[in-house]
């Protein structure tokens, strides 16, 4: 795949890597390319507080444990977060 900007990769893969019952996890922060694929996207999504470990930690073990999700219990876990926030 070749996409022309961080932009339209960001929009393209957010919105058709997560399937039904994957889940993103993602830093609050992430770009707004970020978001606007995980508005199109078929998976289910939730944040962490920025640069928090132990909220990660949480949001990690509610998903884990079906807190957040009880139906589908095989799911992947894609995390999102960026290496400089701008």
């Not at 609050?28 to 970020?34: A, D, K, T």
């Not at 978001?35 to 909220?55: P, T």
């Not at 990690?60 to 079906?66: A, C, F, K, T, Y």
């Not at 009880?70 to 876990?77: A, F, L, Q, V, Y």
């Amino acid at each position: 795949l070749l996409f022309n900007s961080g932009y339209d990769l960001n929009l393209g893969l957010i919105s058709s890597l997560p399937q039904p019952g994957d889940w993103v996890v993602y830093d609050e922060l992430v770009h707004n390319s970020i978001r606007e694929g995980l508005k199109l996207c078929r998976g289910n999504s939730v944040q962490f507080r920025h640069n928090d470990v132990e909220d990660f930690k949480r949001v990690l073990s509610n998903i884990r444990n079906g807190d957040l999700d009880n139906e589908n219990r095989n799911k992947n876990i894609i995390v999102s977060i960026e290496t400089v926030y701008s």
